[in-house]
Structure formats: structure tokens, C-alpha cells
């Protein structure tokens, strides 16, 4: 990327550092009137089913059926 930017501006480096690179993304509906009816919750990783207990990433389904390992590197790939 760098390699690319370096004909065109004279410091690419600096895209990639600073403080603009620490803004974090606020969602626009939750500032919004109706953001106060959305419930946002965490979702399975596997099949995407909304979670009971969101401190695991996974299903309950999804852990007895054994497809923990696969889904984990599913998405680190």
C-alpha cells in the first residue's frame, strides 16, 4: 500500500498514524430518535442465532454439534 502511495503523496506514512486513525465509529442510528427502540445483541459467530449469554461467541447449538474449532478457523483465515 505503501509503495503504491509514495508517488503520490510525500509522506504516506502519515494516513496511517495520528489521531484521525483513533476515532471510534458511534452509530448513527443510536443518536437518532428511533435508535432508543433498537436492542442490539451479539449473534452466534457459526449460525448468526441472537446469543443468551453474550459473553460466549458461540451457540449452545453450535458447541454440541462440535463445530467450535471449525468456525474459529473459519474466521481467523
Not at 451479539?42 to 443468551?52: I, N, S, T, Y
Request: aromatic letters at 6%; glycine letters at 8%; charged letters at 30%.
Amino acid at each position: 500500500m505503501l509503495r503504491l502511495l509514495e508517488h503520490v503523496l510525500p509522506n504516506p506514512e502519515s494516513l496511517f498514524q495520528g489521531e484521525h486513525c483513533k476515532n471510534k465509529y458511534v452509530p448513527k442510528a443510536m443518536g437518532s430518535s428511533l435508535g432508543g427502540f433498537l436492542i442490539i445483541k451479539q449473534k452466534c459467530l457459526g449460525c448468526r442465532v441472537p446469543l443468551k449469554d453474550e459473553k460466549e461467541p458461540l451457540c449452545e447449538e453450535c458447541v454440541k454439534r462440535g463445530k467450535t474449532v471449525d468456525i474459529f478457523t473459519e474466521k481467523l483465515v
